[in-house]
């Protein structure tokens, strides 16, 4: 119940850092994403089960706080959750070595994940929207954002292993 | 069967399926309440970290800023010389303005009931196409209302409201359509937001005169947004796609990530 209590709260900062915070920075084009890298983090931590729930709720609220239809985000984080169940099942997962190298792949994959559907959405929600293939520029702001999220993944992750830890 | 009911694809596929039904049916106004319970809890804590993170990155912003000042006060000074004239001279117009408008029986221009707003949030998904403000219908905002900073820079309109907190959409987002017109040679058109990252000055005739740096403003036209609110000025000049219309780009003095305060125009006094 206190680790839920926990999550929960650290959640919450997550959407607040990334409404409130991240975009004042970085501004709001080339800012990391908190609560995506958050749910990364849990699914490397805690395992598939744990995360498939985390996911879902973190999603919705996710989605209330976007003002964006509900389930959008549920969707980017259940396909980063079954990413990282797929491969952690068949590579070792820890922060040495080539899992450095591991960590980086899912951070480049979610980040890519969570861009290329959120460009669907937008785009299935209004038919007018016209996106002109930049590739430099939209390859350039998926380096930006890599990097950002990178910096993000460590520090969710150094913190969630402290407080595992503490919890224990 | 049970084997495959309890493999993770199995389970990740049934709970996608249920989410992709509800992101394309999209229920309108079904979640409307337990989001705005959400938002209601969420909004004192986005007012405390907005707060935060703008005087965090204002500290920063000056010490870094620091070499530049010296040249900047240098312009400025000499900026303000110019104004100091321009002032003068727009007195004098204004004047001139009033004692025609008292013998037209028109009513002033400029003076609008306004409600302020701390803004507390920002486009989280990095399209940089909204803000979130404070204030609510239970405010007294409707939806359309546009928003301003600085007495008239206009900012966006409001869109989806909570009663504590709304949605306010960017003249830079895609959906964001405004009549506009210049204030030198009175080209009109229609400023829309592109990709999230430009207005474009759109649907300007051809006999229409118009040229980088003109002052582009609202022009009242089709209603729902006063005139003369300033939206920004003329960079490029360029014909449209299909050759029947003019377009522009439009560089607004605004920074939405550097956006504390606004102002909700709730109508004429």
Known sequence: MKKKLIYLGIILLAILIQTSFLPIFMGSSVAGDAVLMLILTVAVLDGFASALSWAILTGILCDFASYVKVGQHVLIFLLVVYMVSFFSRRLSVEVKGTGILLFLLFIIIATLISNVLLTAFLILGDGSIKLQPQFLSILKLILFQTGGNAVLFFLWYNLIKKIKKALL | ?269
């Open chain 2, 1 to 269: 069967m049970q084997k495959l009911t309890s493999t993770k694809l199995f389970k990740v596929g049934l709970v996608a399926i249920f989410f992709s039904v509800l992101v394309f049916l999209n229920p309108a106004g079904f979640f409307n309440p337990i989001r705005n319970i959400f938002l209601n809890i969420l909004t004192p804590f986005q007012k405390i970290t907005y707060t935060v993170s703008a005087s965090i990155e204002g500290v920063g912003e000056f010490v870094s800023s620091v070499g530049q000042l010296k040249e900047e006060n240098r312009k400025l000074h000499s900026e303000n010389e110019l104004l100091l004239v321009q002032r003068a001279m727009l007195n004098d117009m204004k004047n001139e303005n009033d004692d025609l408008r008292n013998q037209l029986n028109l009513l002033p221009r400029n003076q609008f009931n306004l409600l302020s707003a701390n803004v507390v949030g920002q486009d989280p998904n990095g399209m940089g196409n909204w803000i979130e403000i404070d204030k609510g219908s239970e405010d007294g905002l409707k939806e359309g209302m546009p928003v301003i900073v600085s007495k008239g820079i206009l900012v966006g309109r409001l869109s989806e409201l909570a009663p504590k907190n709304s949605k306010v959409v960017l003249l830079t987002n895609p959906k964001s359509v405004v009549n506009v017109s210049t204030t030198q040679t009175g080209a009109k058109g229609v400023a829309k937001g592109e990709y999230g990252l430009s207005i474009i000055f759109d649907m300007i005739l051809q006999t229409d005169s118009i040229q980088g740096g003109n002052e582009v403003v609202t022009s009242g036209i089709g209603g729902g947004m006063p005139r003369g609110l300033y939206v920004g000025t003329v960079q490029n000049v360029h014909a449209s796609d299909d050759n029947l219309f003019q377009q522009a780009t439009i560089m607004s003095p605004i920074q939405t990530s550097k956006l504390q305060f606004v102002f909700v125009l709730l109508g004429s006094k």
